[in-house]
């Protein structure tokens, strides 16, 4: 397999391409040449990785950069919800026609299958973060009614936080806490979905496997209150309430909808298993997804009705995070 990764500097980007050392090609598509440099090094550049420097805004740079490659795995975007609100043209540069910016060359370069990375804020936006991933969920979706008869197929794998990515929480909490301030708070009621680097990855690779054109893969997280991430960081430590965040900020997030839940089938098996919201309207298909339903009652997937991890459960997931 050949294997192009966008945003492949990023925190899942290089875990990903841990995970697909074994691939015949993979190229890094990255705007920051100093992280691209780091990553290298780290990477010791093995023969089958190419560094790309490039932005997801120039189509033409994309096509040059996925030229002879299988799979598209889109994880560029601007995401931090309290800096972008103040940037929303920038942000539909990059997160909305950068996205539609790699259909198109992945089309034109003839790859065969993207997956595009989505979040839970995509579920009934409240930011201009979630605005626009929901607008690429459905620019990718509908697209497979050009691209699926010419030979691409596109999905996106939709998830929760990830411990340990870049700016995250854990790092701005572990800052304070090093620092000797007090740990921020946005509220005591507000809830997240969270996940590993490693779980993220072994999602975006059973998406993959089993798309067949126009799914949103969404895996079943469990979730926990930031009261209780809190302790789990620092025990004992002050917390202080800051409120939420500019931009917003939801109490608690969604990842499958009420009206999604209706046509959600169950994809896969054991670990393997996904969520797959199939499309509304599929005319590259003639026949209708297969597989296990959502259960009834068809209630939204949200963050303060999932089991929650516990304090010492979340507190050894997060010795693995640097």
Not at 227 to 235: C, F, G, R
Request: charged share 20%; glycine share 8%.
């Amino acid at each position: 397999m050949k294997l192009c990764i966008t945003g492949g500097t990023g925190t899942l980007g290089q875990a990903l391409a841990r995970h697909f050392s074994w691939a015949d090609r993979i190229v890094i598509l990255s705007r920051d040449e100093q992280k691209q440099a780091a990553m290298a090094e780290a990477f010791n550049t093995p023969s089958n990785m190419r560094f790309f420097l490039g932005d997801v805004r120039d189509h033409d740079r994309l096509v040059d950069a996925f030229y002879g490659c299988d799979a598209v795995i889109h994880t560029a975007a601007l995401k931090r919800v309290d800096s972008i609100a103040y940037n929303p043209m920038e942000v539909r540069k990059t997160n909305i026609q950068g996205s539609a910016n790699v259909l198109s060359a992945a089309m034109a370069s003839q790859v065969r299958r993207v997956l595009m990375i989505s979040s839970d804020k995509a579920c009934e936006p409240t930011n201009v973060y979630g605005v626009s991933k929901a607008a690429m969920e459905h620019e990718a979706v509908a697209f497979n009614a050009l691209s699926v008869p010419r030979g691409l197929r596109v999905a996106c794998a939709r998830y929760g936080n990830v411990l340990g990515s870049r700016g995250s929480v854990v790092h701005t909490w572990r800052r304070a806490v090093a620092e000797g301030r007090p740990i921020p708070l946005t509220s005591t009621e507000a809830t997240r979905f969270w996940l590993t680097v490693e779980q993220a990855v072994d999602i975006v690779e059973t998406a993959l496997d089993y798309m067949q054109g126009g799914e949103i893969f969404v895996p079943d997280l469990w979730a926990m209150s930031m009261v209780d991430l809190a302790e789990a960081i620092a025990p004992g430590m002050e917390v202080k309430l800051v409120g939420m965040r500019p931009g917003g900020e939801k109490l608690h997030e969604t990842l499958i909808t009420g009206e999604e839940a209706p046509r959600t089938i169950k994809v896969g098996a054991g670990n393997e298993s996904l969520w797959a919201i199939t499309p509304h309207l599929h005319p590259w298909r003639e026949s209708p997804w297969q597989g296990p339903r959502y259960p009834l009652p068809y209630r939204p997937l949200t963050s303060d009705t999932v089991p929650r991890f516990r304090v010492e459960e979340m507190r050894t997931m997060l010795k693995d995070v640097s």
